[in-house]
C-alpha cells in the first residue's frame, strides 16, 4: 500500500453545544487530507479505481471543527437511519474525553466538488486501569484477548459508508488508514478491535478480507453479567455482537 504520512492530530476544540451551519459552509471547512490507495508492485498503478478516494483525519477549532464533525454524522445517520443529532453528540463527547487518544477519519470523494461518503473512529485506550473503557460491551476486550495490565488497543467504531457508496471500496480505504494511524499512535496498541452485528454477513467479510479474527467472548456469569444480558434483552437491540481483532505485532502485550 502506497499513502501518505497519518500522523495523529489532536482536535482541540471544545465544540460544546452544536449550532446551526449551513451545508455550504461545512464542505467549505479546511482540514488535512491524505490519499490512501493500494498500488500495484509491477505496474505502479491504483487498483480498484472504483474507490477513488481521499482518507483524512478531521481536525480543527471551534466552529470549523464542529462543521466538520457534522458532516460525517450525517453520513454516518444516512448510512444506519440513526438521529444524526445523536451521533454528533456522541462524537463530540468521545473528543471531550478521548482528546488525542482519538482519532476520526473521513472519506472523501476527489474532484472539484468534494463530498464524504464515509467515515470512522478509532480510539487508543488501556486495558486496565483508571483511563480503561467504562462502557460495558469495550470493558470485556482485554480480558478476551489476553491482554496484560499494560497493554493497550485500539477501539474501532462509527464505520459507515453511504449506502449508494458500497462495494466500491471505501470500507477497505477506511480500514487501510486506521491501520497506518494506529501504526502511528504512542503508546503503539497491540491490536485493533471491533465489535459487529453477528447477522451482518457483509461487514464481517470485509473484516475478514483484511486480517480481523473472529473472538469467541466467554460469558460473564456473575450478578453483573446476568443483570446486563437482562436489560439488553429488555430494553436493547437485542443484536448479538461478534467481538474481532487484527493483532499489530506487540507480543509483549499479551500474556502468554
Request: glycine residues 10%; positive net charge; proline residues 4%.
Amino acid at each position: 500500500m502506497a499513502s501518505a504520512s497519518l500522523a495523529p492530530r489532536r482536535a482541540t476544540a471544545r465544540p460544546g453545544r452544536v449550532s446551526s451551519r449551513s451545508r455550504a459552509a461545512s464542505r467549505a471547512t479546511p482540514r488535512r487530507v491524505v490519499v490512501v490507495g493500494v498500488v500495484d508492485a509491477e505496474s505502479g498503478e491504483t487498483k480498484d479505481d472504483r474507490a477513488d478516494v481521499r482518507v483524512g483525519q478531521v481536525s480543527g477549532e471551534g466552529d470549523a471543527l464542529v462543521a466538520s464533525l457534522r458532516r460525517c454524522a450525517d453520513v454516518t445517520a444516512r448510512a444506519f437511519g440513526d438521529d444524526g443529532v445523536a451521533v454528533l453528540d456522541g462524537m463530540v463527547r468521545k473528543i471531550r474525553y478521548s482528546g488525542e487518544a482519538f482519532a476520526l477519519l473521513e472519506a472523501t470523494t476527489r474532484g472539484e466538488e468534494e463530498e464524504v461518503v464515509g467515515c470512522v473512529d478509532l480510539t487508543r485506550l488501556p486495558a486496565y486501569g483508571p483511563k480503561a473503557s467504562k462502557e460495558t460491551l469495550v470493558q470485556r476486550v482485554p480480558e478476551a484477548l489476553g491482554l496484560t495490565e499494560q497493554g493497550h488497543f485500539a477501539y474501532l467504531s462509527g464505520m459507515a459508508v453511504l449506502p449508494d457508496c458500497r462495494r466500491m471500496g471505501v470500507g477497505a480505504r477506511l480500514l487501510e488508514a486506521c491501520d497506518e494511524y494506529a501504526g502511528r499512535m504512542d503508546p503503539k496498541p497491540a491490536a485493533i478491535a471491533l465489535h459487529v452485528d453477528a447477522d451482518n454477513e457483509a461487514a464481517i467479510g470485509l473484516y475478514q478480507k483484511y486480517g480481523y479474527a473472529k473472538i469467541i467472548e466467554r460469558e460473564v456469569d456473575d450478578a453483573f453479567g446476568r443483570l446486563n444480558r437482562a436489560f439488553v434483552k429488555a430494553f436493547g437491540s437485542g443484536k448479538k455482537k461478534v467481538l474481532m481483532v487484527r493483532w499489530l505485532g506487540n507480543r509483549e502485550q499479551r500474556r502468554e
